[in-house]
C-alpha cells in the first residue's frame, strides 16, 4: 500500500508539463519493476490505475504500448476478481526483463528439486515443505509490517498475501471460507512444472498456520484444488475445530 501511495504521490506532485506519454510509460515501467522485485508478481490495469489515480482504461493503454515496445509483456490468467462472474480474463503485466529472468529461475528451481527427489511422493513432500518455509516468512514479514498495530487475522493475511503475489481471491460465497483463485502469476511455469502448485499449497499452509500462532496454535487445514474450476483454483481453508461438516459445492 505504501508503494501505491508513494507512486501516487510523485504522480500528482510532477509537473503537468511532465507528463507526456512516454514519461507516463516509464514512471510506470518503474512502479512494474519495483513490484516484480518486491512480490515476484506482475500488476493488472486496475492496480496500475489505483496507484496513478488514472482510469484503468487509460492504464491498459499505456501498458499496451509498452507490450509492443517489447519492455512489458501480458500474462491471461483465469477470471478477473473485479469482474467475477462475467468470464472477463484477468490481465497482468510485468516488465520484460524481469519476467524472462523470473521464469528462468523458477524452471531451474523446479528441475533441481525434481532432480534431487527419486520419487513422486519425496518430490511432494520436498515441495510443501519449500512451500510451508516461504509461507511462515511471508507470514512473519506481516507481523513485523503491522508492527504495534492490531495484527491481522489469519483470513486477513492470507487474502493480503495471495492479493498481493497476484492470485486475485474470490471468496465462493460471501459466508463461506473458500475462495477461487482467479489468477496464477506461475501459470506458464505449471504446464512445465507441475510440482510449483504442491510448492503452493505448502505456502498458503506455512501462511496460515504462521499467522495462526497466537489463536491458540489451532492448526489451519488447507485444500488446494488446482485449476479444478473455469474460475480457477479452488481454495478452502479452516482451523482445526471449525471445519466444515458439508462439502462446498464448486
Given at each position: 500500500?505504501?508503494q501505491?501511495?508513494?507512486a501516487?504521490?510523485?504522480?500528482?506532485q510532477?509537473?503537468a508539463?511532465?507528463?507526456?506519454?512516454?514519461?507516463?510509460?516509464?514512471?510506470?515501467m518503474?512502479?512494474?519493476?519495483?513490484?516484480a522485485?518486491?512480490?515476484?508478481?506482475?500488476?493488472t490495469?486496475q492496480?496500475?490505475?489505483?496507484?496513478?489515480g488514472?482510469?484503468p482504461?487509460?492504464?491498459?493503454?499505456?501498458?499496451?504500448r509498452?507490450?509492443?515496445?517489447?519492455?512489458?509483456v501480458?500474462?491471461?490468467?483465469?477470471?478477473?476478481?473485479?469482474?467475477?462472474?462475467?468470464?472477463?480474463p484477468?490481465?497482468?503485466?510485468?516488465?520484460?526483463?524481469?519476467?524472462?529472468?523470473?521464469?528462468?529461475?523458477i524452471?531451474?528451481?523446479?528441475t533441481?528439486l525434481?532432480?534431487?527427489?527419486?520419487?513422486a511422493?519425496?518430490?511432494?513432500?520436498a515441495?510443501?515443505?519449500?512451500?510451508?518455509?516461504?509461507?511462515?516468512?511471508l507470514?512473519q514479514?506481516?507481523k513485523?509490517?503491522a508492527?504495534?498495530?492490531?495484527p491481522?487475522s489469519?483470513?486477513q493475511?492470507?487474502l493480503?498475501?495471495l492479493?498481493?503475489?497476484?492470485?486475485?481471491?474470490?471468496?465462493?460465497r460471501?459466508?463461506?471460507?473458500?475462495w477461487?483463485?482467479t489468477?496464477?502469476?506461475?501459470?506458464?511455469?505449471?504446464?512445465?512444472?507441475?510440482i510449483?502448485c504442491?510448492?503452493?499449497l505448502g505456502m498458503?499452509?506455512g501462511?496460515?498456520?504462521?499467522s495462526?500462532?497466537?489463536?491458540g496454535?489451532k492448526?489451519?487445514?488447507v485444500?488446494?484444488k488446482?485449476?479444478?474450476?473455469?474460475?480457477?483454483?479452488?481454495?478452502?481453508?479452516?482451523?482445526a475445530d471449525n471445519r466444515p461438516?458439508?462439502?462446498v459445492?464448486?
Amino acid at each position: 500500500m505504501s508503494q501505491e501511495i508513494q507512486a501516487r504521490k510523485q504522480w500528482i506532485q510532477a509537473p503537468a508539463k511532465r507528463r507526456s506519454g512516454e514519461e507516463i510509460r516509464s514512471a510506470i515501467m518503474d512502479y512494474l519493476h519495483t513490484a516484480a522485485e518486491q512480490t515476484g508478481a506482475g500488476l493488472t490495469a486496475q492496480q496500475i490505475g489505483a496507484a496513478f489515480g488514472i482510469h484503468p482504461t487509460t492504464a491498459r493503454f499505456h501498458l499496451e504500448r509498452l507490450v509492443e515496445q517489447g519492455k512489458a509483456v501480458r500474462q491471461r490468467t483465469g477470471s478477473d476478481s473485479q469482474s467475477a462472474g462475467r468470464g472477463r480474463p484477468a490481465v497482468i503485466y510485468s516488465p520484460t526483463s524481469m519476467n524472462q529472468a523470473r521464469e528462468d529461475m523458477i524452471s531451474s528451481l523446479c528441475t533441481a528439486l525434481e532432480t534431487a527427489c527419486p520419487d513422486a511422493r519425496s518430490k511432494d513432500e520436498a515441495a510443501l515443505k519449500a512451500g510451508q518455509a516461504w509461507g511462515r516468512a511471508l507470514a512473519q514479514r506481516d507481523k513485523i509490517n503491522a508492527g504495534k498495530s492490531v495484527p491481522s487475522s489469519m483470513t486477513q493475511t492470507l487474502l493480503d498475501a495471495l492479493t498481493t503475489l497476484g492470485f486475485a481471491p474470490v471468496r465462493v460465497r460471501p459466508d463461506s471460507a473458500s475462495w477461487y483463485l482467479t489468477a496464477c502469476p506461475f501459470l506458464e511455469s505449471v504446464s512445465n512444472h507441475p510440482i510449483i502448485c504442491k510448492i503452493h499449497l505448502g505456502m498458503i499452509q506455512g501462511l496460515a498456520n504462521g499467522s495462526n500462532k497466537g489463536a491458540g496454535d489451532k492448526k489451519a487445514h488447507v485444500v488446494l484444488k488446482p485449476l479444478s474450476s473455469s474460475k480457477g483454483c479452488f481454495l478452502k481453508v479452516a482451523t482445526a475445530d471449525n471445519r466444515p461438516r458439508r462439502r462446498v459445492k464448486q
